[in-house]
């Protein structure tokens, strides 16, 4: 059984960073796509970015687009969200997500590709 584990969820000011962690345990992730969504208060659960198991495929919401960045670290079995010049409206719970033997960077948009889920983490940006 896979365990996602968040950490480094917090409170920052609009225009600050965060980094996220996910820290899979159980077993290695190396050939796992892995994802990150998030919930705010009163929303449904949305995607925000996703990375294919080798790391040479990213896509991102638009919202996320030049401003966060997934990447991980197979040898760390850890993957990351870089989250700079954050905004009010980017407050939610993050999740991190992951797809067993799912390379196909689209499929990895969507809530139902994948098998685990972390327990979240929460974000809240002031302004």
Not at 15 to 44: D, H, I, V
Not at 57 to 80: C, M, P
């Amino acid at each position: 059984q896979v365990q996602l584990v968040e950490s480094g969820g917090g409170l920052v000011q609009a225009g600050g960073s965060l980094r996220l962690s996910c820290a899979p345990s159980g077993r290695t992730f190396s050939n796992y796509g892995m994802g990150w969504f998030r919930q705010a208060p009163g929303k449904e659960r949305e995607f925000v970015a996703a990375i294919n198991w080798s790391g040479g495929s990213t896509y991102y919401e638009d919202s996320a687009k030049g401003r966060f960045a997934i990447s991980r670290d197979n040898a760390k079995n850890t993957v990351h969200l870089q989250m700079n010049s954050l905004k009010p409206e980017d407050t939610a719970v993050y999740y991190c997500a992951a797809a067993p033997l799912v390379a196909n960077i689209f499929l990895l948009r969507r809530q139902g590709t994948y098998s685990y889920w972390g327990q979240g983490t929460q974000v809240t940006v002031s302004s």
